[in-house]
């Protein structure tokens, strides 16, 4: 405690004894026992004051052991035990977890990897993907500027994400990879992959890219097929040696039944090839009758028409055409949709054409938006004429019923739209209400509504490309607005009427998709209804076999999760519990497990990944160095911190306490002895 605050508390003693006898004995009248009793409590009242005034402190100083972090991080995918190393990665990750020489040094942490990152000290090998950049990443975040020796216990294949070798660890995280399984180089000759369009055309050929690689010395030459079911539809010969060690293969195959057709490409095995199950791989073309085609007039060039496009387009379903409106040549009954970009008085024509064949429109408006025309031509909706603009951002409507939304717009950034009311005169649903600052307006920013069998949309802003932009930002990807403006479009293009369940799944999904089917139920009123218990009757269409399952809400969404069945062709039925409605559908799971399409361990990856953040490389038999160099290395050493704290000497609440007792034991013996 400093000296100054010593002589602070010793004057404010001095000062509160001096107060107390100069009232008491100087002052007061009363008699001399009573006197002396009065003066202490005086005096304890006025020392406490003064010491809550005073606050007086000292520093204590707390030293602290902080040892580095040793992350033990396991390969928890299928291709472990397929390349038969199970049993002695779990041994080796257990040994590393309970070595106490390493727990003396270090503080150890296990994690296991697999599509995701996930805490443990066992590993189950369960998980059929195998994102490493990922869980590097994660591990990078979690000991972000503490130094950190991680071991990774993993065959180096990698089946999902970012390119591992490329990831990038703090300046004092370092990577020990331990290779598991062989490292050997084997004779093998396999499918890479089958590049083909998702959708196919009726009665045309449809592009098939197979992609076929071989590792071996001796020149060789192998029939690969395509087949659909038990038929050869058609076969190619090719020739692989070590110096041209891969080949594409084109075909062009016919699309001649609607539906879902399920093909097999498969290459010839080699002699003694010890993975024969990457030599066939599975694929799926839906063959439809025709695409959604999608016409888009504008007057102006603006990025969100090339915005529109691409994200209507990310489904190979639709097709979008240009015009400009002043074009004459456009048969508007050869679209299922027409989008009119920021109408002005040059679209009376189209206007007029449109309403006449009652087609489906969506209207995007904006600054260079013509009101005053648009107020005119069509009597739905009205926005009172300005010339000036605002910057309103997005909120979603959670109770639109129309089909499944599940998207947030929080953080994208503002679009431009006209400043003034805007009032929608026929019933609507507002799927995007405007916000300004925190403030959610009655103005719609996106609706749709339904006119005699006619569909139409009204979206009040510019700069839907700087949504696109910040969805790539966000995740790297362009799904979330691609897909919301797919359901959009879809919607609107559409001709069936709204349903009470709706239900949203693929016809087709491959081994390692995700599988999942997601369904919404609306009451008579057709708002959202979370209380209803959705159940799933899924069955197998060759065995017969059949399970129930229920779904789980999830936000405004009810989603059944069935990534664990096996390969098969299903049938499935929605059933709302004690309703009458229902929805059925059918949808193919095509065999494929890109973990067993390797036998070899990558430990080149490895290595460079080691080599980039200053770390070394071991095989399974060389765990013992492993240990003596984790113990030995001195870049990670125990660090003594010394922390310094700064304490009251005596806490306010007890002085205050203390401060209002004797106050009162003062002011009570006072009123005993009769004084004032």
């Not at 090839?273 to 603006?302: C, G, M, P, W, Y």
């Not at 879809?490 to 999942?516: C, H, M, P």
């Amino acid at each position: 405690m400093p000296i100054s605050t010593i002589l602070l508390i010793i004057l404010v003693g001095v000062l509160a004894l001096v107060s107390s006898i100069f009232y008491y004995k100087i002052k007061a009248k009363s008699n001399t026992q009573s006197k002396l009793l009065f003066a202490f409590l005086r005096f304890l009242s006025l020392f406490f004051i003064g010491l809550l005034l005073v606050n007086p402190k000292f520093k204590s100083r707390e030293i602290q052991l902080e040892k580095p972090n040793l992350v033990v991080l396991g390969d928890n995918s299928s291709s472990i035990p397929f390349i038969e190393r199970s049993d002695q990665t779990k041994e080796l990750f257990s040994s590393l977890n309970n070595n106490q020489a390493l727990q003396n040094k270090y503080d150890v942490t296990s994690y296991a990897f697999g599509s995701k990152l996930l805490q443990t000290d066992s590993l189950e090998f369960d998980d059929n993907r195998s994102d490493m950049e990922l869980a590097l990443r994660s591990v990078q975040k979690i000991y972000r500027n503490q130094p950190t020796a991680l071991v990774l216990l993993t065959d180096g294949i990698q089946t999902y994400g970012s390119d591992y070798q490329y990831a990038r660890m703090g300046a004092n995280q370092h990577i020990f990879p331990v290779v598991v399984g062989d490292t050997l180089s084997r004779t093998d000759i396999r499918i890479d992959r089958v590049n083909v369009n998702k959708y196919a055309y009726h009665k045309n050929q449809f592009p098939v890219e197979i992609f076929v690689s071989y590792q071996g010395i001796e020149p060789v030459s192998k029939e690969v097929v395509v087949r659909r079911g038990n038929t050869t539809i058609a076969r190619k010969q090719v020739g692989l040696s070590n110096q041209n060690s891969a080949a594409i293969l084109s075909f062009e195959l016919p699309a001649d039944a609607v539906g879902v057709a399920t093909y097999s490409v498969q290459v010839s095995t080699l002699e003694n090839e010890r993975n024969t199950r990457n030599n066939r791989k599975s694929f799926a073309v839906e063959v439809i009758d025709q695409k959604t085609k999608i016409l888009i007039v504008s007057d102006i060039k603006h990025p969100d028409v090339g915005t529109l496009k691409k994200a209507i387009e990310s489904s190979e379903q639709r097709e979008v055409f240009f015009t400009d409106v002043s074009s004459r040549n456009v048969d508007f009954n050869d679209f299922d949709l027409v989008i009119l970009y920021q109408p002005n008085n040059r679209f009376k024509l189209v206007f007029d054409q449109l309403n006449q064949l009652k087609k489906n429109k969506l209207v995007v408006t904006g600054p260079k938006t013509d009101w005053r025309f648009l107020n005119s031509v069509q009597e739905y909706y009205q926005q009172q004429p300005t010339n000036q603009k605002e910057e309103v951002q997005a909120v979603l409507n959670v109770n639109y019923n129309a089909f499944i939304v599940d998207a947030d717009f929080s953080d994208y950034p503002p679009l431009e739209t006209n400043f003034g009311e805007f009032t929608i005169k026929v019933p609507h649903q507002v799927l995007l209400s405007q916000q300004i600052g925190a403030v959610t307006t009655e103005n719609s920013l996106l609706s749709t509504f339904e006119i005699d069998g006619q569909k139409e949309g009204i979206l009040s802003g510019e700069g839907l490309w700087k949504w696109r932009s910040q969805d790539y930002q966000n995740t790297q990807s362009f799904k979330q607005f691609d897909g919301f403006i797919a359901k959009v479009i879809q919607y609107l293009a559409s001709s069936k009427k709204k349903n009470r369940l709706t239900v949203n799944y693929e016809s087709f999904y491959y081994g390692n998709d995700d599988v999942r089917i997601e369904a919404q139920y609306f009451n008579e009123s057709y708002e959202f209804d979370p209380r209803i218990n959705l159940s799933l009757l899924v069955r197998d269409t060759i065995s017969k076999q059949q399970r129930t399952i229920p779904f789980v809400l999830k936000n405004r969404t009810f989603e059944v999760d069935l990534s664990t069945l096996p390969a098969a062709t299903y049938s499935f039925t929605v059933k709302a519990e004690g309703k009458n409605i229902s929805r059925s559908g059918t949808f193919k799971i095509l065999e494929f497990d890109v973990e067993k399409q390797f036998y070899t361990a990558n430990s080149k990856k490895l290595q460079k990944l080691a080599d980039s953040s200053d770390g070394m490389l071991f095989s399974e038999e060389e765990t013992g160095n492993l240990i003596n160099q984790l113990l030995q290395d001195e870049r990670f050493k125990t660090i003594q911190k010394s922390k310094e704290k700064v304490i009251p000497l005596i806490n306010w609440k007890y002085l205050l306490f203390l401060i209002i007792l004797t106050l009162a034991a003062e002011w009570f013996l006072r009123k005993y002895h009769g004084l004032i």
